[in-house]
């Protein structure tokens, strides 16, 4: 297992890799302690976060790389996020419609929330049906600056595919 950390405008983020296969991003409270990334898909994946944060790339082509341990469902729930474009949001209601049963919204926010593949898997773009930021492990703070980063560069920044 192989990890690397970046710091970001919003905090610290820690970055899994184990043999190529990329399995978290993570929101740190600390400051990590220093660290000698030499993996280079790490490298890789800490490059397109950073051109993220610069607002100039929209898509993630490691998620092609990229594994999350969890049921058929929360699987179902991950991928359906991967399609929210950038910049847009939707309500957790929208996301159970579009996993085709509105009454698993619940089970579809629970879901949502054990995302570990932070930005990348943008669970971050979806919100109460009011309009509200509701939910977020990172913090809403951190939610709210992320929605505001993307609406802000969904014009300029380059459309890199989520999968390459």
Not at 105 to 113: C, F, H, L, T, V
Not at 122 to 144: E, F, M, N, Q
Request: hydrophobic content about 40%; overall charge neutral; charged content about 20%.
């Amino acid at each position: 297992m192989a990890e690397a950390f970046i710091n970001t405008p919003i905090g610290w983020l820690q970055i899994v890799a184990d043999k190529n296969i990329l399995t978290r991003i993570h929101f740190m409270e600390d400051v990590p302690g220093e660290t000698d990334i030499r993996d280079s898909f790490l490298i890789e994946c800490v490059q397109h976060l950073e051109h993220y944060f610069e607002g100039t790339v929209t898509g993630f082509p490691f998620l092609q790389k990229a594994r999350q341990e969890g049921t058929v469902f929360q699987q179902r729930v991950w991928q359906e996020l991967i399609n929210i474009p950038y910049g847009k949001t939707i309500s957790y209601r929208e996301l159970a419609i579009r996993l085709g049963d509105e009454k698993c919204i619940r089970a579809a926010a629970s879901a949502n929330g054990q995302n570990n593949l932070a930005i990348a898997v943008p669970c971050h773009r979806v919100i109460g049906s009011d309009g509200s930021l509701t939910g977020y492990a990172g913090g809403l703070w951190r939610k709210k600056w992320l929605l505001e980063h993307e609406a802000k560069n969904s014009g300029k920044a380059s459309q890199a595919s989520l999968f390459g």
